[in-house]
């Protein structure tokens, strides 16, 4: 199919996962415009790691739907994946290749031809600041070099859609300082759309066009910063947060529990 050429690159329609009685997420929609920088904020437990799962292919909705760059995730899974590059929240790269393996690894698994990738790692790398390391093994790398380089590697194929889960969770300031930095540049210069996940508000007020807050499975706001701080008459962010989630101390996502729960079945009746 030709790509969709309306004014949202995200689209998501009532949206629902449930387990059973347990529903993770509940009749969520939202839409994200092309280029926008948009993050997807919430407590443990509040649906939002089952939510990026849907988005991403790797979770199947109960029910509703989800678009992206004009494709039905659930229809077009494969087209979909091709038009986004992902930084997961725990570490993906292969630590027994370098740096540059890792790159070609992942521009051979989407098919980039040749001509295409190899001027393209060069360009990655030194925007992150990895070419003086492009042929050092990935395990002798630091935290923030292992992130900078998933960073790479999620652009190789000029995606659309750039999800970030938790891109700096970690890592010292100045390093978290100098990936925002990387992933500004790329939004304003490939006009790539930013979709990410933080507990650290600041990055969230600091970096994000429009916010997402959800809670319970259900989006209880949404808008830019300063109007989620008008809404809740808070001075920061942080506040405004708490103030619409409350301030316990949350567990893991329900649905994280079911899955481990029918998987503990499952493996009861081996």
Known sequence: MTENTKPEIIRVDHLVKTYGSITAVNDISFTVAPGEIFAFLGPNG????????MLTTLLRPTSGGVYLNGYDVLKEPAAARKSFGIVFQDPSVDIELTGYE?????????????????ARIDELLALVDL???????????????????????????????FFLDEPTLGLDPQTRNHIWTYIKELNKKEGITIFFTTHYMDEADRMADRIAIID???????????????????????????SLTG?????????????????ARAWGRR
């Open 216 to 242: 319970n499975g259900s989006i209880v706001a949404m808008g830019p910063s300063e109007e989620l701080k008008q809404k809740t008459g808070a001075a920061t962010l942080e506040e405004a947060f708490l």
């Open 102 to 118: 890792n790159l070609k690894y992942h521009a051979l698994l989407y098919d980039v031809p040749k001509a295409v990738y190899q």
């Open 131 to 161: 070419s003086d390391r492009r042929n050092d093994y990935v395990k002798i790398y630091s935290g923030g070099m292992k992130r900078r380089l998933e960073i790479a590697r999620g652009l190789l194929h000029h995606p659309k859609v």
């Open 247 to 263: 301030k316990q101390i949350r567990e893991e996502e329900a649905g994280a529990r079911a899955q481990f729960r029918d998987h």
């Open 46 to 53: 509040a649906g939002k790691s089952t939510s990026i799962k």
